[in-house]
């Protein structure tokens, strides 16, 4: 049995070729995204989570009413933690207190090798939410930097390239 001569026609439908291109361009997405060195693409990201932490600290100190302090440890995928400041540990080994929004401990490390630096090494957030100094702490990978930076009074905290 022989088939009509329209049905014997080869070829792609229109649907076809535009699945194929959906996923060819998916697949160069990708492509691109390994291409770029991670730690630079996530170091804006990992400055806007410290600046987020830093606020979340604020929020913590003022609602529960006690005093808090964010502990830096610089370097290659430095550290910050959020205790009471009624530990005498030293910045890099204080004990940090339970986020209730996760239930885990309120500290942080970097990721893909980005390096943590800036001043104080401890800043006290009173219990009204307000950093007792400005502080500025950068975020470095691949000669890309990102500054978070802290008020003094008012506790605004900003992130700049």
């Known amino acids: 049995m022989q088939l009509p001569c329209k049905?014997?026609?080869a070829?792609?439908?229109l649907i076809e070729l535009i699945i194929v291109l959906v996923v060819l361009g998916i697949i160069s997405?990708?492509?691109v995204?390994?291409?770029e060195p991670s730690a630079t693409l996530t170091l804006p990201s990992q400055a806007r989570d410290m600046a987020?932490?830093?606020l979340h600290a604020q929020t913590l100190a003022s609602t529960?009413?006690?005093?808090?302090r964010l502990a830096i440890c610089s370097g290659a995928n430095g550290t910050y933690t959020v205790s009471n400041t009624s530990s005498a540990a030293?910045?890099?080994?204080?004990s940090a207190v339970t986020d209730p929004a996760t239930g885990s401990p309120f500290s942080v490390s970097l990721k893909q090798g980005v390096v943590l630096?800036?001043?104080?090494?401890?800043?006290?957030i009173s219990s009204l939410g307000q950093p007792s100094v400005a502080a500025s702490y950068t975020l470095t990978s691949n000669g890309a930097t990102e500054t978070v930076a802290v008020a003094a009074l008012t506790g605004q905290v900003t992130v700049t390239p």
Do not use: H, R, W
């Open 52 to 54: 987020s932490d830093i």
């Open 117 to 124: 630096g800036g001043s104080p090494t401890t800043l006290d």
């Open 90 to 94: 030293t910045a890099c080994n204080q």
């Open 64 to 68: 529960q009413g006690v005093s808090l």
């Open 29 to 31: 997405v990708y492509a």
């Open 33 to 35: 995204m390994k291409s």
């Open 7 to 9: 049905q014997c026609e």
């Open 11 to 13: 070829g792609f439908t």
